[in-house]
C-alpha cells in the first residue's frame, strides 16, 4: 500500500507504482467522483483503445429481432 499527501491546493501525486500499473500517463484525464466515502479515479480510454475489443464476439442474440428496428 502507497500513500500520499494533499497539497494546501488540494493536489496529489499518484505513486509511480499505481500510475504504471494503471498505465496513465502525463495529461490524460481522469473521471473523478466520490462513492461510499471513497474518491475514485478511472483513467479516460480513447475510442482508438478500444479498436478491435469486441473482435470475435458473437452479437447475433444480443436483442430480440423486434427491438433492432
Known amino acids: 500500500m502507497t500513500y500520499g499527501r494533499v ?3 488540494y493536489q496529489i501525486v499518484i505513486p509511480k507504482e499505481v500510475r504504471n500499473a494503471v498505465a496513465i500517463k502525463p ?3 481522469l473521471m473523478i467522483y ?3 466515502n471513497l474518491i475514485v479515479l ?5 475510442l482508438s483503445e ?3 475489443i469486441c473482435k ?4 447475433s442474440n444480443l436483442r430480440d429481432e423486434e427491438d433492432r428496428t
Open 7 to 9: 497539497s494546501p491546493k
Open 27 to 29: 495529461g490524460q484525464r
Open 34 to 36: 466520490a462513492k461510499d
Open 42 to 46: 478511472i483513467p479516460e480510454i480513447g
Open 50 to 52: 478500444l479498436k478491435g
Open 56 to 59: 470475435g464476439m458473437d452479437i
